[in-house]
């Protein structure tokens, strides 16, 4: 039996202490906003924040979560460089398809609570692992721009 803490709230989840993050929001808690992209941690479709940190839940093992805290696309709105990120990205319609918006939302929402006016290096830099087989990274980029402009 493993505590986690996500999004603010205690979770009890009852897997072995191997099982991918990934699989315990999407199939034991039912939070199907992380998405599951290349299994390999080479998309990026599957960032979380662990303690602030953007990682891919689908090579963090549940037992190696601690009490860090985890944030998902579903709580990433309640942290101010989050809700700026969310805001941006449904006034530019950023998303094309959407399948790793919400990695490229959770990246772009660390990016911007370390380095609030990133110049287009550190967007690129930060955003480098969050694939989007749409192509939107102009769009993407302009949405962190529009963020990090929002007061």
């Known amino acids: 039996m493993f505590k986690l803490s996500i999004n603010g709230t205690q979770h009890d989840v009852d897997v072995e202490e191997d099982t991918p993050v990934l699989w315990v929001l999407r199939d034991v808690l039912g939070m199907t906003g992380t998405k599951f992209g290349c299994g390999i941690a080479q998309c990026g479709a599957c960032?979380?924040?662990l303690d602030g940190t953007p990682v891919r839940s689908c090579q963090l093992a549940v037992g190696d979560v601690g009490?860090?805290?985890?944030?998902?696309?579903?709580?990433?709105?309640?942290?101010?460089?989050?809700?700026?990120?969310?805001?941006?990205?449904?006034?530019?319609?950023?998303?094309q398809c959407g399948y790793c918006q919400s990695g490229q939302v959770m990246a772009a929402a660390a990016l911007l609570a370390q380095t609030p006016t990133p110049s287009d290096a550190d967007i690129d830099a930060?955003?480098?692992g969050n694939i989007c087989r749409c192509g939107t990274y102009v769009r993407i980029r302009e949405g962190v721009k529009h963020a990090a402009a929002l007061t």
């Open 47 to 49: 960032t979380v924040h």
């Open 67 to 95: 009490d860090m805290a985890i944030t998902t696309i579903e709580g990433i709105g309640a942290t101010p460089a989050g809700a700026k990120v969310q805001k941006a990205w449904m006034e530019l319609q950023v998303a």
């Open 126 to 128: 930060a955003l480098a």
